[in-house]
């Protein structure tokens, strides 16, 4: 609810788009999700993450930076929280670009552990197995973290990157491929967006599950920047 009402309907406003008519439409789609029969689970949405931050999240912190507007925890969360998904639990692609990433609450290296009971297909070939902690995902997304040649997002994130996180943090947000900002990177709020999706996204591979940073969050309370 932070997100939409603090970043994505005054983006909108700042785009010439009328607030109300943002408010109408998350209402309505807030109020699809909210039904126990939506039948979309979160896995099948999270599907190519890295092309839907630039395209659904991108524009909101765009416009925002492009007018000098505040960029809150909000939207950091939820670029750190995409990019967890498509950090793999250990090197090496499962082949055609897939890879094993692991559950909050369980231990990294399950996402290592034999299939076992449980697996259970959810899109195009991918499986999640809750029991085991583990899910599969694909990732095509290229970006350069600080040398000349391109790399893989899923390979920089298990890596580091030439640069460490804040590196790849960096040059996914600005890479044609992910979050599409190269635009506005050197805005007053880019770095601070960097620093903020950064240190979220390492609590979260630290262990951090992500509801006790959003419970953080939500104790702060109101509009805070990063």
């Not at 197995?129 to 583990?134: A, D, N, R, S, Y």
């Not at 979050?179 to 967006?193: H, M, S, T």
Request: aromatic letters at 8%.
């Amino acid at each position: 609810d932070a997100l939409v009402a603090q970043q994505i309907v005054p983006a909108c406003v700042l785009d010439g788009i009328a607030g109300l008519e943002a408010e109408a439409t998350y209402a309505d789609w807030r109020g699809r999700l909210a039904n126990p029969h939506f039948g979309l689970s979160t896995f099948f949405i999270a599907q190519n993450g890295p092309a839907k931050g630039g395209i659904r999240i991108g524009p909101t912190a765009r416009a925002l930076l492009a007018h000098g507007a505040t960029v809150t925890v909000a939207t950091a969360f939820a670029l750190a929280a995409l990019l967890r998904f498509v950090t793999p639990a250990a090197s090496g692609s499962e082949g055609g670009g897939v890879y094993r990433g692991w559950l909050d609450r369980h231990n990294r290296e399950g996402g290592g552990a034999p299939d076992g009971d449980g697996a259970v297909v959810y899109a195009d070939g991918l499986r999640h197995c809750l029991p085991g902690g583990w899910y599969e995902f694909r990732c095509s997304c290229a970006i350069r973290g600080g040398g000349e040649e391109e790399e893989n997002l899923a390979e920089a994130l298990l890596g580091g990157g030439a640069g460490g996180a804040p590196a790849v943090v960096r040059a996914y947000l600005t890479s044609p491929a992910g979050g599409g900002l190269a635009e506005v990177d050197a805005c007053a709020g880019f770095d601070g967006l960097v620093a903020a999706a950064t240190t979220m996204y390492l609590r979260m591979v630290e262990g951090v599950p992500s509801a006790e940073i959003l419970e953080d969050m939500a104790r702060r309370r109101g509009d805070f920047s990063c």
